[in-house]
């Protein structure tokens, strides 16, 4: 099974941007669609975006100021955000689900088996 690791949250200004990291060890990264979700304080954890079979898909709160890819020879997949704000305070996580070729809800977090620790980010206003 995939083991995952996220890095690069920390404390930004409103405004500023920001690339999340996910490294996966432990299986064959490419058999994986990927996905970001976060958490704020008492909130559910939400979707952001997705990489599932060779399409990016995003949550509504960050649809069109982030960017997920992947690389598959470094066995990684990234999140980049841009413009961010307060609002985007949150626990960030890696997610990953086995591509078996068969339609998944991406954005529902119970559909991926495999999770990070997590990252914190704090954008702050």
């Known amino acids: 099974q995939v083991q995952l690791v996220e890095s690069g949250g920390g404390l930004v200004q409103t405004g500023d941007s920001l690339r999340l990291s996910c490294a996966a060890s432990?299986?064959?990264?490419?058999?994986?669609?990927m996905g970001w979700f976060r958490q704020a304080p008492g909130k559910e954890r939400e979707f952001v975006a997705a990489?599932?079979?060779?399409?990016?898909y995003y949550g509504d709160s960050v649809k069109g100021r982030g960017t997920i890819s992947r690389d598959n020879a470094k066995n990684a997949v990234y999140l980049h955000m841009n413009n961010l704000k307060p609002e985007d305070t949150a626990v960030y996580y890696c997610?990953?689900?086995?591509?078996?070729?068969?339609?998944?809800?991406?954005?529902?977090?119970?559909?991926?088996?495999?999770w990070g620790q997590g990252t914190q980010v704090t954008v702050s206003s």
């Open positions: 990489w599932s079979r060779g399409s990016a």
């Open positions: 997610a990953a689900i086995v591509n078996r070729g068969t339609y998944y809800p991406v954005s529902v977090a119970n559909e991926y088996a495999y």
């Open positions: 432990g299986d064959t990264f490419s058999r994986y669609n």
